[in-house]
């Protein structure tokens, strides 16, 4: 799993709030200085304004971009375990693929700015929630299946490696073979390889001819070895074969299935070419689809952030319209419930009697919700705010 490389709060709180210790104070200025001592980067989330429905239009909403949100962000972090895939894990070059827009994705979110052109505000929210997820999720599928497709080519290379480099009871035998190692052209007798073990090299010698019957005497020769095994070929009446072949097996010999051919031989002297020059094009093909596609979700996820809490702070504050959205960037990923803590104890006011703090600044819950947070969920909060965790 790839480590988080930025950690954010994404906070929206009614224009006219006040941090309760300080009712004079602007609220920028007070998340600028106080809030973590001041070790928090703070920058304006622009958010356009949207059509607006019916109430229960924005509730049923509201479930659905959480849905989606969770979606993809789960799409997001499908993509970089590709990419770490693909770049054996080096962080380096997973971090100098997260580029959104030919931005960084830091850089990105920071200076976050709706995509008019793109997705058009004249829409309804449920149009533009259709058109972000649609697209994501396409993108989505598209590179789950990509990589599928590599990673059946890369099992495909590794076997072909596999022929070329294992021992003789496995490996490929188009380059150690040759047409006088076999009887070819005749209607009875066939010739048989078999990969024998070192140390049961004088037991195959003494009984080979004796396993079935016509086998032709001292037709056993050694073609090849390696360090484990000797690859000895052998002749006999095609009609025996069959047994022949059980009786090796039995005795912990290996017989190799290979009838000489010329058309065969070339097929797997191609096979590994073939395989790596497919596992190549494959691989150029899925990075680039991967990183096309984390800029293309992630940008989605983004504007569905925009939306979201678009629809949450028309919820929770009403209308017209009237808050300000403000992206926090956290030291560190562990500061997070801290940050909260702080926050709700300066703005735990905003949700009225059903929100009390305690000493430690964590909010109590009574159970008098008002009346949209009885709409929603147990974590209902005060005020909007989401966690953004960038990978």
Known sequence: MSESIANYLL???????APESSPSSDVSEWLERSLLNGKTSLTKFSIPSFK??????????????????EQLAGSVGKVVEVL???????????NLSKKVDDKSVIDYLEHFQWKSNKFRVDKSIKELISALSNEAFQLDND??????????AKSNLSAAERKQTGDLSVRSLHDIVSPSDFVLGSDHLQTILVAVPKSLQKEFLNNYESLVPMVVPRSAKVVSEDNEYYLYNTTLFKKYIPDFLQALRERKF???????SE????????????????????????????????SDITSNWFHLKAIRIFVESVLRYGLPPDFQTTLIKLPSAKSNEKAKQELFHEFGYLGGNAF????????????????????????????????????
């Open 11 to 17: 906070l929206s709180l009614p224009s006219k709030a």
């Open 52 to 69: 607006i429905g019916t109430l229960d239009q924005l509730v049923l909403q509201s479930e659905e971009l959480q849905k989606i949100d």
């Open 84 to 94: 770490a895939s693909l770049y054996d894990n080096d962080q380096q070059l997973i």
């Open 143 to 152: 590179v789950r299946n990509a990589f599928t497709s590599y990673n059946t």
């Open 254 to 260: 290996v017989p190799r299935d290979f009838v000489y």
């Open 263 to 294: 058309d065969v031989l070339n097929e797997m002297r191609k096979e590994h070419e073939v395989a790596a020059q497919t596992e190549h094009r494959l691989k150029n093909e899925l990075v680039r689809l991967a990183r096309a596609a984390y």
């Open 356 to 391: 009390s703090v305690d000493k430690k600044g964590k909010v109590q819950k009574d159970s008098s919700l008002n009346e949209y947070a009885s709409l929603v969920d147990t974590e209902y909060e005060p005020f909007v705010i989401y966690d953004i965790e960038i990978k």
